[in-house]
């Protein structure tokens, strides 16, 4: 089944330790991406990748990694979560054309405390 | 960048047709219009996209101006479980630039 999973998909943490949240997609498609949502804001974008080592900053990107050494996978990475990162993240894929729409993950709802 | 403007919420009776509209008057001649829904806290969902020409599929229809400038999708017999929030995006790409922005979106309530 064509899909975007993404792990966990809840997580409590404590200021400051160190999390990664996986996405992979097994479509093999291009871009990635990872949005953040919360209350009254909607869905924002916090990076994106067009292909392999190609990765690019969305609109909140400040207090995020992201790597892309294989084209299935897109982690991301909160080198000092703080609680103002206390959201639910998505993360989604598509091929790399503006006619191909995004497929969507579950999300992970993350806790900072 | 393209951004799109909805209206925060909508009602429509189960059984008829919810017709959501969206403007993006700032599109480029070569980005699609794209809806999606999200149901709760679950990840988006995609409906349908187009470019100029009106789309059908097995879920909705999508009526775009001649101008391009709205959009609006047509659920033709809402049910309960089309109850959701819906997004109407653009997609904006450039030649080392893929953006996707998601606006606060409709509230649609389709009461029994």
């Known amino acids: 089944e064509a899909q975007v999973t993404q792990n966990p998909r809840y997580l409590i943490t404590v200021t400051g330790k160190k999390l990664t949240v996986t996405c992979s997609q097994n479509?093999?498609?291009?871009?990635m991406s990872w949005y953040r949502q919360d209350p009254g804001l909607g869905l924002r974008q916090i990076y994106y990748s067009m292909n392999v080592e190609v990765t690019d900053k969305g609109d909140v990107p400040e207090g995020y990694k992201v790597s892309r050494k294989e084209k299935r996978n897109f982690p991301l990475i909160l080198e000092s979560p703080s609680p103002n990162q206390t959201s639910l993240y998505f993360c989604?894929?598509?091929?790399?054309?503006?006619?191909?729409?995004?497929?969507f993950g579950n999300g992970t709802r993350l806790t900072v405390t | 960048d393209a951004k799109t403007t909805q209206p925060p919420s909508m009602d429509c009776a189960e059984g008829r047709a919810a017709n959501l509209p969206c403007n993006h008057s700032t599109i480029s001649g070569n980005e699609y219009v794209y809806w999606y829904r999200q149901i709760h806290s679950q990840g988006p969902q995609y409906i349908i996209h187009g470019l100029k020409n009106n789309e059908t599929n097995e879920m909705a229809s999508l009526i775009i101006t001649e101008d391009r400038k709205s959009s609006t999708l047509i659920l033709p017999h809402a049910t309960l479980r089309d109850t959701a929030v819906y997004y109407c995006i653009v997609r904006v790409v450039r030649t080392s630039y893929d953006k996707v922005i998601f606006g606060p979106g409709t509230s649609l309530s389709v009461i029994p």
């Open positions: 479509m093999n498609h291009e871009y």
């Open positions: 989604a894929s598509s091929l790399e054309n503006r006619g191909s729409p995004l497929h």
